[in-house]
């Protein structure tokens, strides 16, 4: 990882700075294994799409850049996770299904079975007919009334 600032303009934008090398205004981070390791491999990129640093741990960087990441990570992802399927309309497709999560209750519908993802050994992610992308990070982690909806559908 190189030596580099990052701070934010009067419009919010990030702005990138190192020794010897030209500010940058916009850059974005970009993690690389979202879902399975968000905290590792984070890039971050100019606004022509050119890499300017790599990091390999969030946990490395000084708290203010550390701080500073994590909210422009948060604003730009929306993947709310699954914490309880609470109801399931009808178990064929398309489906309406009322769930708990990270972020408030939601409602998602599911189109077709197609559109549940299995990601690693207990990872699913489910999109929904608005294009809405849920996160199931741990499958023995719901409750048993959750995986025996969830059931019914993989």
Known sequence: MSNFQLTRNAFGKLIYSAPGEEVQEGVV???SF???APDIGIAIVSPDGHELAWI???SDLP???RLLLEEELASREFLPEIKQIKRVSVFASPSTWTLA???G???LVLKGEEDIRRIGESALIIADTHGIQFLIRD???LDKASRKLLD???
């Open 63 to 65: 708290d203010a850049t």
């Open 152 to 154: 019914r559908f993989l």
């Open 105 to 107: 209750d939601a409602t």
């Open 56 to 58: 390999e741990k969030l």
């Open 29 to 31: 981070p970009v993690r």
């Open 34 to 36: 979202p879902i399975a």
């Open 101 to 103: 999560t990270n972020r």
């Open 139 to 141: 499958l023995n982690k």
